[in-house]
């Protein structure tokens, strides 16, 4: 196994000092990954903050420092509906 390591290690070395393979990793990074990356985060905040939305509500309705099992139980009953599809508004 150390044998294994120490080559990986030496090759990360070579490759991370090689001008041409640095300039390539960050046309890569700067045309493929972080424009997906970008477009992944557009598409999940609006359900991050619709979620965040939903456990303020849920802490209004249950505090969570007097009733800590039962605010749990419905932040969990909450992303468990939305995850199936459900409405995810508990009453």
């Known amino acids: 196994m150390a044998l294994w390591t120490r080559l990986l290690f030496a090759a990360g070395k070579r490759l991370a000092s090689d001008e041409r393979v640095r300039a390539k990793v960050a046309g890569t990074?700067?045309?493929?990954?972080?424009?997906?990356?970008?477009?992944?985060?557009?598409?999940?905040?609006?359900?991050?903050?619709?979620t965040r939305a939903d456990i303020r509500r849920i802490a209004d309705e249950t505090p969570p420092k007097r009733n800590p099992g039962r605010f749990a139980g419905r932040v969990a009953r909450?992303?468990?509906?939305?995850?199936k599809g459900r409405n995810g508004k508990d009453g």
């Open 29 to 50: 990074y700067r045309d493929e990954v972080r424009p997906r990356a970008e477009a992944a985060w557009a598409k999940t905040k609006p359900k991050i903050d619709e």
């Open 78 to 83: 909450t992303l468990i509906d939305r995850a």
